[in-house]
């Protein structure tokens, strides 16, 4: 189906990838294998890589969903050294939430992966870079620290630092601008740029959206762009506007009234200070639908936000819900970022324009092989990753408790609502989720 725009071509995307993020395994050789059971059925030995969703100490934890067992002989390190030599894990290295490496034999009977070595990312003076718009200047001075791409970034005496668009200085930064970035994460959880290249928010201009005025008081339908039209009115697909089109909206008062509230609540304060008639303007629109078979937000023409009732029915508070609606937020900000590169190629270098349109447009500097597929398999990966650290950082904002984040995507993970929602396990997004909160946000508060 053509799609009228970027964003509505990302919200096809986004429905075609709306299921938790999958682990990425490769097969390598090893000379020797630690083996428990030797009549058990195994393959050949495996490397996998991914975030601890579950632990169950002493015996193993879950890699990704997938279970890890360990033994006496199991040895412990960190990422990067030639050598795991410890037979003692890092202190309170194994929880959930860690990125590991763990090389082992798969016993295809126990649905197991014995681990040889579990290797842990060393989150500490890590490297990252990005692209992303400042929502918050948390401290000004000659060295601000600005909230970023759902990090806390500080410019330091000695980062590179370039200006454009007429901004001239550091004082000149605000809230809307956005920032391509280079840093290096230290000791608690902020990241120190390295370089920072600050560019003013502005866009095209684009069509504009309908400011959202109230909540259906009676059953409508709903297209991709947020027009509504009654319930029984003849409509046809084609004019549903693209694949998240035509979505019956309830007229059940509390819940719409609900979701417009949290939804909006979660809505970057530089965003509602915004004229409407400024081409970075996102008129946020949220609405409950009836839709069966997503568990997620759906993320549609710019600024809507769709999330099915029966996510609202089984999330346990206001904060989880908040979790999802600032996930469809989050969204709608990478597909501003996308027009801001495209508009700012010079800027922003060409090498980042192609890598992101590659994140969202499907073959886009990428050759049709396996080898491909590996490629976006990682952008995708990447791109929810940057909404996972978004959707708290504007949790945190709003004042919703960010904890609450896994544990949602937790409750939505199985197609049936759990009786017992203590025994389900955490979705990799939720692995990311909880290794964010525990480098940048402290302990989590107790309940």
Known sequence: MRQKDLGTQMASIWLKHRSSLLSSFLTVLVAACFVSNAAAQQEPPHLAEGYITAVDAPLGFDLNGSHVTTTPATVYGLMGKKDATSTDAPHNAVKVGAYVEVLGTRNKAARTLIANSVLFRDEADRKLDGFGVIDMVIAAGPEPVFRADGYRIRIVSTTATTFSGGLKALGDV????????QARRDRTGELVATKAAFIPGRTGKVRPASK??????????IDAEGNLVALHTKVRYSQAGGECGWHKVPGDLALQE???????SVVPAYQKLLADDDPAKIQFRFYAVDEARIRTDLSCWQGLVLVPRLVVERLANDDQLAAVLADGVALNIQVQSTRLIAENRELVGGE????????LVPG????????ALVIAHEMEARLQEQRGRIALALMANAGYDPWQAPEAWRLLAPKQASGDP????FPSRSGYQLGILNLQYGAAPSH
């Open 422 to 425: 203590d025994s389900l396990k």
């Open 212 to 221: 959202q005025t109230g909540v259906p008081s009676r059953d409508s339908l």
């Open 352 to 359: 980042l324009a192609v890598e992101v349109a590659g994140w």
């Open 258 to 264: 609900r979701v417009l509230r949290v939804g909006l």
């Open 174 to 181: 605000r809230a809307n601008t956005w920032v391509k970035y």
């Open 364 to 371: 886009v500097g990428l050759a049709g092989d396996i080898g």
